[in-house]
């Protein structure tokens, strides 16, 4: 896979905070249910999302998580970034920078795909996103619905 698991987990979170009604917060126990993501781990995410103020959090009753702003506004770069992936171009032979003048092997297929997951993430927003499960489907043996 493209992302690590804390990506993919915070992507989740997010997919699912996108679709409540406007005002409505989800606690934790209900969020790592929804999104099939252990309640320890999915806690380090939305830590993640709150600093990054993607996500607002309101402790006590009738608290949860919720948006910090509208689905469209939140860019799934956003998202990757707050979760610690490096958008930033590299080598995929560990070379100090990219260089097209004296390219490594894989350059013209890794700058192809580097291009298209920038774009992918720049371009795409949490208002495309559909629905997310109400309960995530796991493929057996993977851990990923």
């Not at 600093?51 to 998580?65: C, E, M, N």
Request: charged share 20%; hydrophobic share 40%.
């Amino acid at each position: 896979m493209l992302l690590n698991h804390t990506a993919i987990y915070g992507l989740r979170a997010m997919a699912t905070l996108a679709v409540l009604a406007p005002g409505e917060t989800i606690n934790g126990i209900d969020l790592a249910e929804r999104t099939g993501v252990p309640r320890q781990y999915l806690a380090k995410v939305m830590r993640k999302l709150v600093l990054a103020k993607l996500v607002r959090s309101q402790r006590g009753r009738g608290g949860g998580f919720c948006l910090a702003r509208a689905p469209r506004s939140i860019r799934l770069a956003d998202v990757l970034t707050a979760t610690d992936v490096d958008l930033d171009r590299g080598c995929a032979f560990g070379f100090s920078a990219c260089d097209p003048q004296n390219p490594c092997p894989l350059h013209p297929l890794w700058t192809r795909l580097q291009d298209s997951l920038l774009a992918w993430t720049g371009d795409s927003t949490l208002g495309d996103l559909g629905p997310p499960p109400t309960s995530p489907r796991r493929r057996p043996g993977t851990g990923f619905g």
